[in-house]
């Protein structure tokens, strides 16, 4: 899926460059490896991907887009096997939890933590075990000689994947990957463990009225602290959204703005 986000976001010309894992993306745009990273931030079933703000908290990079992809799974398997076949279901855990119902109906299916969705495809082919089979798009199907045994089994049919584009500071998109729309900015805050601390940075975005989309918390650089990640309406740079950051930094122990970005879809 991460693959077809680039070429949602940057065009069909865009080459993918796989990565194992959230944290190699990050490293490989950090380095200059790749132009740009797109990391899965959140998905309308599971909820947020824990990996990708722990990417983000390392400070190195720049938020520049973001973009929304719907999520349709499929249980695919060598060919020749059925569905009653199948014993193992290879995904990663993201994935798997999208799929709790269509898992729960077939309770003699184990389902198994991977990786990636497409590697847990290439892997399903390369063992030619009609007992394993792997949870993941179609194209995969297509890319590796799969079977689909199911489709559509995730838990429901609007399920959709948030991802960001990230790239190193000072980077810009390509002229045909640039957007217009309402803006929304990204933010890294670390508040003192003191009591109404957060509260305290939060209250000029409410009276101004600026919204706050989204905030997570996840551990900070020492035992029981904490940074929150948080996106809020408006641009950065300009308006009461910068005058309300101004206000806000007042209460931080630290805010780093990671970048300023049109909404998806607007």
């Known amino acids: 899926f991460s693959e077809e986000a680039v070429h949602r976001f940057f065009s069909e010309g865009a080459e993918p460059v796989p990565r194992r894992g959230f944290a190699e993306v990050g490293e490989a745009v950090s380095t200059g490896e790749v132009d740009f990273g797109l990391l ?11 990996g990708s703000y722990d990417v983000l ?9 973001e973009v929304v992809i719907p999520i349709h799974h499929c249980l695919l398997a060598v060919p020749g096997a059925r569905l009653d076949d199948v014993v193992q279901a290879l995904s990663h855990p993201v994935a798997l939890a999208q799929c709790q119902r269509f898992l729960q ?11 990636d969705t497409a590697g847990a495809a290439r892997e399903v082919a390369t063992w030619a075990d ?16 799969l079977t689909v045994l199911a489709e559509n089994i995730e838990d429901r049919h609007d399920n959709q994947t948030r991802f960001l584009v990230v790239a190193r500071p000072g980077e810009t998109l390509p002229e045909s990957a640039r957007a217009e729309g309402e803006m929304k900015s990204a933010l890294l805050v670390d508040v003192d463990n003191t009591p109404g601390s957060l509260v305290r940075m939060l209250v000029p975005f409410s009276e101004r009225g600026i919204n706050l989309s989204k905030i997570e918390s996840r551990p900070g650089t020492e035992p029981w602290s904490y940074r929150f990640f948080i996106e809020v309406a408006g641009d950065a740079r300009s308006g009461e959204t910068q005058a309300a950051l101004g206000e806000a930094r007042e209460h931080t122990a630290r805010m780093q703005i990671l970048g300023s970005f049109p909404r998806a879809g607007s």
């Open 40 to 50: 899965p931030i959140e998905n309308s079933l599971a909820g947020s991907v824990v």
């Open 57 to 65: 908290s390392g400070g190195t990079l720049e938020v520049l887009g």
């Open 105 to 115: 109906d077939h309770p003699r299916i184990e389902p198994i933590a991977f990786y």
């Open 130 to 145: 009609r007992t394993r089979a792997a949870i993941a798009g179609r194209g995969a199907a297509d890319r590796y000689g």
